[in-house]
């Protein structure tokens, strides 16, 4: 299968998985997306893991504890390339602002839409990203 064909399914799976589900820490959360789709393009997740936490400083106190102040330097860690929201391609994490200090993490879909947790909407939805400051790592 080629790598662009991995990544399509690589994002349908993430959206049949997570789309329209509430956000819950530890399960159903930005982290857990991530890890997701990481592992659906043959990667290993460096990022706690299901069940480790169950609230979002739960959550950054697991990943201090494996040794990363961010979720920004853990994906890092990986070997991810970072590049620019314009080039993102499906199956790519998308880094924003999000809440507490933390970013929150979305996949990018294909025509330019990404799927993730955003504050005016309860459940994880497809969303059009439209932030110049967000950080892009290529899952490929």
């Known amino acids: ?8 399914a690589a994002a349908d799976a993430v959206v049949r998985r997570f789309k329209d589900r509430p956000l819950r ?3 159903n959360d930005c982290v857990r997306m991530a890890s997701f789709v990481l592992r659906k393009l043959g990667y290993g997740s460096k990022l706690p893991k299901s069940g480790e ?3 979002m ?3 950054l106190r697991r990943l201090n504890a494996l040794g990363f102040d961010s979720v920004e330097a853990a994906l890092d860690s990986m070997g991810l390339v970072r590049t620019t ?3 993102a391609l499906p199956g790519d994490i998308i880094a924003v602002p ?3 200090a933390l970013p929150a993490l979305w996949i990018a879909l294909p025509n330019g839409r990404a799927l993730g947790w955003h504050q005016d909407s309860d459940c994880c939805a497809i969303i059009q990203p439209t932030l110049t400051d967000a950080i892009v790592w290529s899952v490929i």
């Open 98 to 100: 999000g809440e507490d």
């Open 57 to 59: 400083v739960g959550g």
């Open 53 to 55: 936490y169950r609230s």
């Open 25 to 27: 820490a530890g399960t």
């Open 85 to 87: 929201l314009a080039r």
């Open 1 to 8: 299968m080629t790598t662009l064909l991995r990544r399509h």
